[in-house]
């Protein structure tokens, strides 16, 4: 559906943003909550770091803060048309859908936030395979 190249292709399959070869996230099962969101610290294909400086993750905070809030919209519209829920009770589903999409908001963002600064390359394997 998407190929390699593009950003969706790194950003859905849990890529590395420069060769989209190697994992970002140690995990594959971002459901397995008690290794969801460890990061590898660099890439196994191309070599390349992904915590770039210190704190650099914290702009994705800004990505899963616009994901949750997606998500929490289209949530209180589903309860209070479909479901005739008041205001107050629209809550609880509200933070039950947060709670059950946020490894999925986080590793999204994560992923999403490295994609802004990192380009496609292809030829970036092939650099690594020569200085070794």
Known sequence: MFKKGSKLYSILYNKCPRCHEGDFMKE????KLHKAFQMN?????CGL???????????AMYI????TVG???AAFFIV???????LVESFM?????????????IRFSRIGWINLFVK?????IKSKENEQ
Do not use: Q, W
């Open 28 to 31: 594959k099962n971002m459901f």
């Open 41 to 45: 610290e660099h890439c196994s294909k």
């Open 49 to 59: 770091k992904y915590m770039m400086e210190p704190s650099f993750f914290y702009g």
């Open 64 to 67: 899963n803060y616009a994901l």
């Open 71 to 73: 998500i929490s919209v």
């Open 80 to 86: 209070t048309l479909f479901f005739d829920f008041s």
């Open 93 to 105: 589903p509200i933070v039950i859908a947060l709670v059950i999409t946020a490894p999925v908001t």
């Open 120 to 124: 496609y390359n292809p030829k970036s």
